[in-house]
């Protein structure tokens, strides 16, 4: 059984940075697939970014490139998310994702088995 625990969300304003943390257990982070979606009120969960298990590749959502990285530290077992030069439209409720399968797409929120619980992102403009 995989457990993710995400936080750092909070309040920030436009072209401001926050990092947010995600603590697994149960699986080493390099292992598995893991990834951050997020969900703005009134909208479906989307993708953000994901590294790969194993040598860790890295995606992201065309809206983040370039402002977000994605990263990992196995010997706190944590992934992380940089936000830098945020946005009011970046504002939603982001949550750390794992999955333990192999194959199928890292884009999509069904193919994730283990969700943390959500952190609030809101940026102001």
């Known amino acids: 059984q995989v457990r993710v625990v995400d936080s750092g969300g909070g309040f920030v304003q436009a072209g401001g940075s926050l990092r947010l943390s995600c603590a697994a257990s149960g699986r080493t982070v390099s292992s598995a697939t893991m990834a951050w979606f997020r969900q ?5 969960r989307e993708f953000v970014a994901a590294i790969r298990y194993g ?3 890295t995606y992201y959502a065309d809206s983040v490139k370039g402002r977000f990285t994605i990263s ?3 010997a706190n077992n ?3 998310l940089q936000m830098n030069s945020l946005k009011p439209e970046d504002t939603a409720v982001y949550y750390c994702a794992a999955r333990t399968r ?3 797409s890292y884009y999509s929120q069904y193919e994730y088995n283990y969700w ?3 952190t609030q992102v809101t940026v102001s403009s």
């Open 40 to 44: 703005a009120p009134g909208k479906d």
């Open 55 to 57: 040598a860790g590749s």
């Open 72 to 74: 990992r530290d196995i």
């Open 78 to 80: 944590s992934m992380y």
């Open 102 to 104: 192999i194959g199928g």
């Open 116 to 118: 943390g619980q959500g």
